[in-house]
Nanobody
Framework: QVQLVESGGGLVQAGGSLRLSCAAS??????MGWFRQAPGKEREFVSC????????DYADSVKGRFTISRDNAKTTVYLQMNSLKPEDAAVYYC????????????????WGQGTQVTVSS
């Protein structure tokens, strides 16, 4: 059974940084992604990375501030979040897709349980 386990969330002041991790139990996916969902809002795409080649994509709202990376040996994906803003506060979810292009939540087949990110102003 596929498992995705996120960690690294927490409380940070605006302008601060956090690094999220997502450990996958298997590497039978093409893409790994990060999504977030704030209270009362839809789950939105944040970033994704391909296992092979490391191709990445970002939502416009996080470009230049967030960096996604992967450690193939550990089957772990990271999301480095810098210059955090109050509007970045949300539950962040890791997801895995068998598709080669996946920037929509409906493209993803497996999801982690989420990790809370809180940004104080």
């Amino acid at each position: 059974q596929v498992q995705l386990v996120e960690s690294g969330g927490g409380l940070v002041q605006a302008g601060g940084s956090l690094r999220l991790s997502c450990a996958a139990s298997t590497r039978t996916f093409s893409m790994m992604g990060w999504f977030r969902q704030a209270p009362g809002k839809e789950r939105e795409f944040v970033s994704c990375i391909s296992w092979s080649g490391g191709r990445t994509d970002y939502a416009d709202s996080v470009k230049g501030r967030f960096t996604i990376s992967r450690d193939n040996a550990k089957t772990t994906v990271y999301l480095q979040m810098n210059s955090l803003k109050p509007e970045d506060a949300a539950v962040y979810y890791c997801a895995a897709s068998k598709r080669l292009i996946a920037t929509n939540r409906y493209d993803y087949d497996y999801w982690g349980q989420g990790t809370q990110v809180t940004v104080s102003s």
